[in-house]
């Protein structure tokens, strides 16, 4: 596609259901991020995604955070039982992870806003 | 461990004035830094990409500078227009060593141009 895809572009939910939220990332990027933004607060890593596998998923916040992606392509973010501190805005980034390329631009999508009642 | 700070939180400014956001970072050992902006409601856009082996870079009226060994980077803007008005983001991305390879954002420059 044109760009990353993100969605629901809004979701709201209530306390303790479980939400998954997709990222479509420009075709051919081989290199997808997931972050999580508060309400007025900086961006804050959640996991990244070379492929298909996960090098590095240091910022999963618990073990009711779960991504996966498949095809090298798309992504899901799965947070069970969903609390109220889960509400932000999660963002999901691709690019081609080229070493020293201008192709390690990062591409975001326009997020999902999560909104756990 | 990283932790990158931006100064000022926020800046006001006349149109056509040029301008200069900074960004610092912990740990000189990068591997590149990207600044962004982002637009309310929106996803970030980057601006600009400087490896660790760069200076600079220049993108239009933007010139970003890179000194790794001070663990300092700074985005020049010249001649502000309203259309700049945003918030600008630097993030890091660290070296193999560190065996992540996350990029560790800033909380961002509130910039406002004045019409």
């Known amino acids: 596609g044109a760009g990353v895809s993100q969605s629901p572009s809004n979701k709201v939910t209530e306390k303790g259901k479980d939400v998954e939220l997709r990222c479509d990332p420009i075709?051919?990027?081989?290199?997808l991020y997931w972050y999580r933004q508060r309400l007025g607060q900086g961006l804050e890593f959640l996991i990244y995604?070379?492929?298909?596998?996960?090098?590095?998923k240091s910022g999963l916040p618990s073990d009711r955070f779960s991504a996966e992606r498949t095809g090298e392509s798309v992504s899901t973010l799965t947070i069970q039982r969903t609390q109220q501190e889960d509400s932000a805005v999660y963002l999901c980034?691709?690019?081609?992870?080229?070493?020293?390329?201008?192709?390690?631009?990062?591409?975001f999508g326009s997020g999902t806003q999560l909104s756990v009642l | 461990k990283q932790e990158v700070t931006q100064i000022p939180a926020a800046l006001s400014v006349p149109e056509g004035e040029n301008l200069v956001l900074n960004c610092s970072f912990t740990?000189?050992?990068?591997?590149?830094l990207q600044w962004f902006r982002q637009d309310p409601g929106k996803g970030l856009t980057s601006l600009l990409l400087?490896?660790?082996?760069?200076r600079e870079q220049t993108s239009g009226r933007l010139n970003a500078s890179l000194d790794k060994s001070s663990g300092r980077s700074t985005l020049y803007i010249a001649a502000s227009q309203p259309g700049d008005s945003a918030t600008y983001l630097c993030?890091?991305?660290?070296?193999?060593?560190?065996?992540?390879?996350?990029?560790?954002f800033g909380t961002g420059t509130r910039l406002k141009v004045l019409a």
């Open positions: 740990d000189s050992a990068i591997y590149n």
């Open positions: 400087i490896q660790s082996s760069q």
């Open positions: 995604f070379q492929g298909n596998s996960a090098p590095d």
């Open positions: 993030a890091v991305r660290s070296d193999s060593t560190s065996g992540t390879y996350k990029y560790i």
């Open positions: 980034a691709s690019s081609l992870d080229q070493v020293f390329s201008e192709n390690e631009k990062l591409f």
């Open positions: 075709s051919g990027h081989t290199a």
